[in-house]
């Protein structure tokens, strides 16, 4: 499963307002796209909806940010079942990369090819 582990973390409300919703359309007919979030009531969820358009079905998900203490961890949302395709992990990745980016953020640890790591 695609993942992140960021301790310590910034705010989700944070993340939340400064979060840039996107769409990439590969030369190879692949979509991506992750539009619209959502700010859980009780502050410590941002839910992201995405889409991957590949070879086959579209794949409809949720990308979870949760926030348990200082840790925020960032995955694919497990309630609904659905295939982790390369674009469902890369969708994950740059969900990732824009959190990574924010003051504060220090990744602990990640199963995905992050830009400028190693």
């Given at each position: 499963?695609?993942?992140?582990?960021?301790?310590?973390?910034?705010?989700?409300?944070?993340?939340?307002?400064?979060?840039?919703?996107?769409?990439?359309?590969?030369?190879?007919?692949?979509?991506?796209?992750?539009?619209?979030?959502?700010?859980?009531?009780?502050?410590?969820?941002?839910?992201?909806?995405?889409?991957?358009?590949?070879?086959?079905?579209?794949h409809h998900f949720f990308v979870i940010c949760d926030r348990k203490g200082e840790r925020v961890t960032i995955r694919v949302a497990p309630l609904v079942p659905v295939a982790r395709t390369a674009g469902v992990i890369e969708i994950v990745r740059l969900i990732v990369e824009q959190f990574r980016a924010l003051e504060g953020a220090t990744l602990l640890r990640t199963n995905l090819e992050l830009e400028g790591s190693s």
């Open positions: 499963m695609p993942h992140a582990l960021f301790e310590p973390a910034p705010e989700l409300e944070r993340f939340w307002r400064e979060f840039a919703p996107f769409k990439e359309m590969r030369p190879d007919r692949t979509i991506l796209e992750a539009r619209t979030s959502y700010f859980r009531q009780d502050k410590a969820a941002v839910l992201i909806e995405g889409f991957a358009f590949e070879l086959g079905p579209p």
